[in-house]
């Protein structure tokens, strides 16, 4: 265990929550739920969970990068940051679908989730890793990636309402809902071997994002560039 605390933050879906872990490896648990306003409802838990930090105070910050609430993730992101900062240490983000309730004693997974505008997208874990990156694709493509996780006895799971996925009736009611957290997120972290730790700490903390931002061409004639 660490000589000094670990604060772990997880809002990538509307179920957040905060963990402070202590050297003796006591863990001290707040969570909140907001469909919107993660950015006005961290702050008093973080508060609480700081303000009850023995010295020699946080010696590492880890915050959970998603795939989820693109808004929801930077917001933890950034509070990670500033902790980070006023405490002088450094801050992790890593993927928060590593850290789901089916991951228990690091079993394989496939993680789906709607990506809107017709599209989907899937991610394979197995011993707190991803096989596959999370990769965007259509319907079909969804089917085929839930039907071959099914197909191997592998657990299927999803933070939204499986009822929005377009799937046969048959292989919809393998699909469970489950929810990363902060807890579970610290489990992942010292579930991983070190060489990726260290790949994760040697990369800027933001979401994972899995597709550019749409973008509305400009109606006014002279915003539009000049071809």
Same mark, same amino acid.
């Given at each position: 265990?660490?000589? *000094? @605390?670990?604060?772990?933050?997880?809002?990538?879906?509307?179920?957040?929550?905060?963990?402070?872990?202590?050297?003796?490896? *006591?863990?001290?648990?707040?969570?909140?739920?907001?469909? !919107?306003?993660? /950015?006005?409802?961290?702050?008093?838990?973080?508060?609480?969970?700081?303000?009850?930090?023995?010295?020699?105070?946080?010696?590492?910050?880890?915050?959970?990068?998603?795939?989820?609430?693109?808004?929801?993730? !930077?917001?933890?992101?950034?509070? %990670?940051?500033?902790?980070?900062?006023?405490?002088?240490?450094?801050?992790?983000?890593?993927? @928060?679908?590593?850290?789901?309730?089916?991951?228990? /004693?690091?079993?394989?997974?496939?993680?789906?989730?709607?990506?809107?505008?017709?599209?989907? #997208?899937?991610?394979?874990?197995?011993?707190?890793?991803?096989?596959?990156?999370?990769?965007? *694709?259509?319907?079909?493509?969804?089917?085929?990636?839930?039907?071959? %996780?099914?197909?191997?006895?592998? =657990?299927?799971?999803?933070?939204?309402?499986?009822?929005?996925?377009?799937?046969?009736?048959?292989?919809?009611? !393998?699909?469970?809902?489950?929810?990363?957290?902060?807890?579970?997120?610290?489990?992942?972290?010292?579930?991983? /071997?070190?060489?990726?730790?260290?790949?994760?700490?040697?990369?800027? =903390?933001?979401?994972?994002?899995?597709?550019?931002?749409?973008?509305?061409?400009?109606?006014?004639? #002279?915003?539009? =560039?000049?071809?």
């Amino acid at each position: 265990m660490p000589e *000094t @605390s670990v604060l772990v933050i997880e809002t990538s879906t509307p179920t957040a929550s905060l963990a402070l872990i202590d050297p003796t490896g *006591t863990i001290d648990q707040k969570s909140f739920t907001s469909d !919107r306003s993660h /950015n006005a409802l961290i702050f008093p838990p973080l508060g609480e969970l700081i303000g009850s930090t023995p010295p020699p105070g946080i010696g590492l910050v880890l915050t959970g990068s998603g795939p989820g609430s693109y808004s929801g993730t !930077r917001v933890g992101i950034s509070a %990670a940051q500033g902790v980070a900062i006023s405490h002088g240490c450094p801050v992790v983000a890593f993927p @928060s679908i590593l850290a789901l309730p089916q991951a228990e /004693n690091g079993a394989p997974y496939l993680v789906i989730g709607d990506a809107r505008r017709g599209s989907f #997208w899937t991610s394979q874990i197995e011993g707190f890793a991803l096989r596959t990156e999370p990769s965007l *694709t259509d319907a079909d493509g969804l089917q085929e990636a839930v039907s071959a %996780a099914v197909a191997a006895g592998h =657990p299927v799971v999803s933070f939204e309402d499986p009822a929005r996925f377009l799937l046969p009736s048959e292989i919809l009611e !393998r699909v469970r809902l489950g929810f990363p957290t902060a807890p579970l997120l610290w489990r992942a972290w010292t579930s991983t /071997n070190e060489e990726t730790r260290a790949r994760w700490s040697a990369e800027p =903390p933001q979401p994972m994002y899995l597709k550019p931002p749409h973008i509305t061409p400009a109606k006014r004639s #002279w915003l539009q =560039p000049k071809i």
